[in-house]
């Protein structure tokens, strides 16, 4: 493949993350399906702004709880929430808002529909997450310094967060209030990343978002894997999150020098192992505990780790079942890789990689569509020379997202990013 298809690939793959993520950010969070249904008029179509009330929202009482005093001590700052943190339960500020209500989806504790803010709330159409901000903190720490240096990111990650109005979005993952509790207590930066055997939500589709964006600055899957499993470590240490970039890195640079699509989706696929509990059962397991908070961690690890002996076969999924008793049915559309992975490259080939068929129908699948939309868009987007245009454009963000992303490939391209 020539070096301007390639850029076109790789320019399209961060095109598709960004787009991913707006497209699926109003209905982040939602388990059940006819909740999208009823509430977007059939279901997303294009960008919208998140409604309020969430319907299924348990954002609402979140904990995040540094220890300030000895944050201070240090001179570390700890308040990543600042306007948000009405929402969360913290060792800094009072949460005026109860939770008097269990939600039938998930089983965790609630308030009432009225107060039950959207993951989301006060973001515009066609906005991005933290989540992509992430990758856009990320693309200009690498662009800045000419080169991935993994402690100037981490700064700017800390600066991110602890700066007051540079967060708009009030959800705030686990993994980050967990890293921001480590550092509180004054592990060293390149330490915080809490483990996914001491927090089973570690092992999450967020932390395989940078890495992939990160293995793009290696021209071979072979370096470029190492690049992603060192940068993933810097915030998610979780057996979980390095199985899943093992498929993802190396089949999203083969979409990208020109492999065929679909043989090469089904190729990687057979590397992967489902899980042996399946998305229902996992969520009846929830529902009857009152939540995952309730399951002793032994038996946590079990649900996530036991995967079965017979490899992912997409031909047969697509031949076997509609896409509708594939999600949830077979693969939670909650936001562990074990079920996610699966469940995206599903997607991806029963819509033939097209990047908007493919886009949409994730963020329609609900749950944790966002971070699976993130991973979804890089792969479409590596996979094809041209994606629609009221797509990219509809992004609140476009302008300012056309140049980091035309910085950040030309490093890439460079062979000097690293």
Same mark, same amino acid.
């Given at each position: 493949?020539?070096?301007?298809?390639?850029?076109?690939?790789?320019?399209?793959?961060?095109?598709?993350?960004?787009?991913?993520?707006?497209?699926?950010?109003?209905?982040?969070?939602?388990?059940?399906?006819?909740?999208?249904?009823?509430?977007?008029?059939?279901?997303?179509?294009?960008?919208?702004?998140?409604?309020?009330?969430?319907?299924?929202?348990?954002?609402?009482?979140?904990?995040?709880?540094?220890?300030?005093?000895?944050?201070?001590?240090?001179?570390?700052?700890?308040?990543?929430?600042?306007?948000?943190?009405?929402?969360?339960?913290?060792?800094? *500020?009072?949460?005026?808002?109860?939770?008097?209500?269990?939600?039938? !989806? $998930?089983? %965790? =504790? /609630?308030?009432?529909? +009225?107060?039950?803010?959207?993951?989301?709330?006060?973001?515009?159409?066609?906005?991005?997450?933290?989540?992509?901000?992430?990758?856009?903190?990320?693309?200009?720490?690498?662009?800045?310094?000419?080169?991935?240096?993994?402690?100037?990111?981490?700064?700017?990650?800390?600066?991110?967060?602890?700066?007051?109005?540079?967060?708009?979005?009030?959800?705030?993952?686990?993994?980050?209030?967990?890293?921001?509790?480590?550092?509180?207590?004054?592990?060293?930066?390149?330490?915080?990343?809490?483990?996914?055997?001491?927090?089973?939500?570690?092992?999450?589709?967020?932390?395989?978002?940078?890495?992939?964006?990160?293995?793009?600055? *290696?021209?071979?899957?072979?370096?470029?894997?190492?690049?992603?499993? !060192? $940068?993933? %470590? =810097? /915030?998610?240490?979780? +057996?979980?999150?390095?199985?899943?970039?093992?498929?993802?890195?190396?089949?999203?640079?083969?979409?990208?020098?020109?492999?065929?699509?679909?043989?090469?989706?089904?190729?990687?696929?057979?590397?992967?192992?489902?899980?042996?509990?399946?998305?229902?059962?996992?969520?009846?397991?929830?529902?009857?505990?009152?939540?995952?908070?309730?399951?002793?961690?032994?038996?946590?690890?079990?649900?996530?780790?036991?995967?079965?002996?017979?490899?992912?076969?997409?031909?047969?999924?697509?031949?076997?079942?509609?896409?509708?008793?594939?999600?949830?049915?077979?693969?939670?559309?909650?936001?562990?890789?074990?079920?996610?992975?699966?469940?995206?490259?599903?997607?991806?080939?029963?819509?033939?990689?097209?990047?908007?068929?493919? =886009?949409?129908?994730?963020?329609?699948?609900?749950?944790?569509?966002?971070?699976?939309?993130?991973?979804?868009?890089?792969?479409?987007?590596?996979?094809?020379?041209?994606?629609?245009?009221?797509?990219?454009?509809?992004?609140?963000?476009?302008?300012?997202?056309?140049?980091?992303?035309?910085?950040?490939?030309?490093?890439?391209?460079?062979?000097?990013?690293?």
């Amino acid at each position: 493949m020539n070096k301007d298809t390639r850029r076109r690939r790789m320019q399209n793959a961060l095109w598709g993350l960004f787009i991913g993520d707006a497209l699926a950010m109003p209905v982040h969070w939602y388990y059940n399906l006819m909740n999208i249904e009823t509430g977007f008029n059939g279901g997303i179509r294009t960008y919208e702004v998140p409604p309020h009330p969430h319907p299924e929202s348990f954002m609402v009482g979140m904990a995040y709880r540094p220890d300030v005093e000895n944050a201070e001590k240090l001179g570390r700052p700890y308040d990543i929430l600042h306007e948000h943190s009405r929402f969360y339960q913290t060792t800094y *500020s009072a949460l005026g808002i109860e939770r008097n209500e269990r939600e039938s !989806e $998930h089983g %965790n =504790l /609630t308030p009432s529909l +009225e107060d039950r803010y959207h993951y989301h709330h006060g973001l515009k159409k066609g906005e991005n997450t933290l989540g992509a901000h992430f990758v856009r903190v990320l693309m200009r720490s690498i662009i800045r310094q000419g080169i991935y240096k993994p402690d100037a990111f981490l700064e700017d990650f800390i600066d991110h967060l602890t700066t007051s109005g540079k967060n708009r979005d009030p959800y705030t993952e686990i993994y980050i209030r967990c890293w921001f509790e480590n550092y509180a207590l004054g592990w060293p930066v390149h330490a915080c990343a809490e483990q996914q055997r001491n927090r089973w939500s570690i092992g999450s589709h967020g932390g395989l978002i940078r890495p992939m964006v990160l293995g793009m600055l *290696s021209m071979n899957a072979y370096q470029g894997l190492g690049l992603a499993i !060192e $940068h993933q %470590n =810097l /915030t998610h240490r979780s +057996e979980l999150v390095a199985a899943a970039l093992g498929v993802l890195v190396p089949l999203m640079d083969d979409l990208m020098n020109g492999s065929n699509v679909e043989e090469t989706i089904n190729e990687y696929a057979r590397t992967v192992h489902p899980p042996q509990v399946t998305g229902e059962a996992l969520f009846k397991i929830y529902r009857d505990r009152g939540g995952p908070g309730n399951i002793p961690e032994d038996q946590v690890w079990r649900l996530h780790m036991d995967l079965t002996e017979a490899p992912l076969d997409l031909p047969e999924l697509n031949e076997k079942y509609e896409e509708r008793d594939v999600i949830r049915q077979q693969f939670a559309n909650a936001c562990y890789p074990e079920h996610g992975l699966p469940l995206l490259l599903y997607q991806t080939s029963h819509h033939q990689a097209d990047a908007e068929a493919s =886009l949409l129908a994730n963020a329609n699948a609900g749950g944790d569509n966002v971070h699976r939309g993130m991973v979804m868009g890089l792969l479409v987007g590596a996979a094809t020379d041209e994606l629609p245009d009221y797509l990219m454009g509809g992004l609140l963000a476009h302008d300012e997202l056309a140049d980091e992303i035309d910085d950040f490939v030309d490093i890439a391209l460079s062979g000097k990013g690293i």
